[in-house]
């Protein structure tokens, strides 16, 4: 069978503007709690695509780790390819993808940097070796495998179990301009539902076509 001959057939579900919650952080979280529920690997798993300095788009997976009135947050190395296109453009996206529900969620925003206080009080929750981990690891730079292994247990020996917060390591905000809630349909007649905000700064959400 050829790539052109694939076919998925989206009919789980409908999204109709009677039904959908006026506040879309709401709406996010009836979604994610279903697709928690139902299974699919890591539900919190999102697209997160940023631009450096070139105008060259990147995406790449990373895990979503908080959801606040007005934001979504997630932590990483600000070293990283995407701290440093972060660091020179703030803007970014996130998409996530629910298959099981034939669903999507699209944000587009800009970030900020949290609180070292906030960052370091998710660090410590950590399991201890994701915390050696995040000092072993240069995210992005070149290594070998023996070079990392290394790192990490002369990390694990210099530090035993209290490990503290790297400075390059923290966590960002993304505070959306528009969120956009994708079912999939018949015929890929998919329902799009988009949320932004109005002169008052209010959440408003129109359709659009599929």
Known sequence: MSLADLRQVYDKDILLESQINPNPFEQFKVWFDRAR????LEPNAMTVSTVNAQGQPSSRTCLLKG???????????????????????????LLFFWMVQQRQVHINGHVEKLSKADSSAYFNSRPL??????????????????ELEQRYADIEAQYGENVPKPPH?????VIPRSIEFWQGRPSRLHDR??????????????RLSP
Not at 129 to 146: D, N, P, V, Y
Not at 169 to 173: A, K, P, V
Not at 193 to 206: G, K
Request: proline content about 1%.
């Open 37 to 40: 529920e139902e299974g699919g």
């Open 67 to 93: 959801v606040e009135q007005d934001n979504f947050i997630f932590f990483t190395n600000y070293e990283s390819h995407k701290g440093h296109d972060l660091a020179n453009n703030p803007n970014i996206s």
């Open 129 to 146: 070796g994701s915390r050696i981990g995040a000092w072993a690891s240069r995210q992005s730079q070149a290594i070998t495998r023996e």
């Open 193 to 206: 539902i988009i949320f932004t905000r109005n002169a008052e700064d209010q959440w408003v959400f129109t």
């Open 169 to 173: 390591w923290g966590g960002y905000r």
